[in-house]
């Protein structure tokens, strides 16, 4: 992607300043999946990279990463799996706890979602802090899934997220950077 198309997307995403809180920037992605060339541009710019990876699935964080997560599976040639808030998930599942900045919540992903060695590349629409990044590669470890990427359109990198899954062993990739929270 060259510097014009990436300004295009960073312009593409809208900004609400003090949602959902004061002293939040929101970073709303509503504004880019509106706008088919950007969506594509986004499609394109997180698949490219994984055309040769041998990928079996994509997973997906709820609920943006799933809108994400879909269309980059399909362009790969992989399956779709989804992370879901606790509860969701029909079958049986594993879950994992995780910090938010106030109290905890859980993730889930069906036990039979991933076989052992299975070659999957995580997305979500944008890393802040990494903790719920960090669950979802705890979930796809619990299951044997071999992580080949973690992918986001958005990082806020003065948060540490992506330094923290580095530090895991995931290599990380996102499309465009916003400073601040
Ligand atoms: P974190 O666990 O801190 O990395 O937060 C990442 C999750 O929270 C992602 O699923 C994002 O969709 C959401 N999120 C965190 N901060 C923002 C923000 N400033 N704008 C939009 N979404 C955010």
């Known amino acids: 992607m060259d510097a014009r198309d990436l ?7 809208r900004c609400i300043p003090d949602y959902p809180k004061p002293g939040i920037q929101f970073r709303d992605i509503t504004t880019l999946l509106g706008n088919a060339p950007m ?5 394109d710019a997180l ?6 990876s041998r990928l079996t699935h994509v997973a997906g964080i709820e ?3 799933f809108i994400l997560g879909g269309a980059v599976a399909q362009r790969v040639g992989a399956g779709f799996v989804p992370i879901r808030k606790k509860g969701k998930l029909p079958h049986e599942t594993v879950r994992v706890a995780y910090s938010l900045e106030y109290g905890i919540d859980e993730m889930e992903m069906h036990r039979d979602a991933l076989q052992p060695g299975e070659r999957v590349l995580l997305i979500d629409d944008l ?4 903790g719920t990044a960090e669950a979802a590669v705890k979930l796809l470890r619990t ?16 948060l540490g997220g992506a330094r923290r899954l580095e530090a895991l062993g995931v290599p990380v990739r996102s499309l465009v950077a916003f400073q601040g929270h």
């Open 7 to 13: 300004e295009a997307l960073k312009d593409a995403i």
């Open 39 to 43: 969506f594509r541009l986004a499609i």
């Open 47 to 52: 698949s490219h990279p994984w055309s040769d």
């Open 63 to 65: 609920a943006r990463g």
């Open 127 to 130: 890393i802040a802090t990494g």
């Open 143 to 158: 299951l044997g899934a071999e992580i080949v990427a973690a992918c986001f359109v958005i990082d806020l990198p003065e």
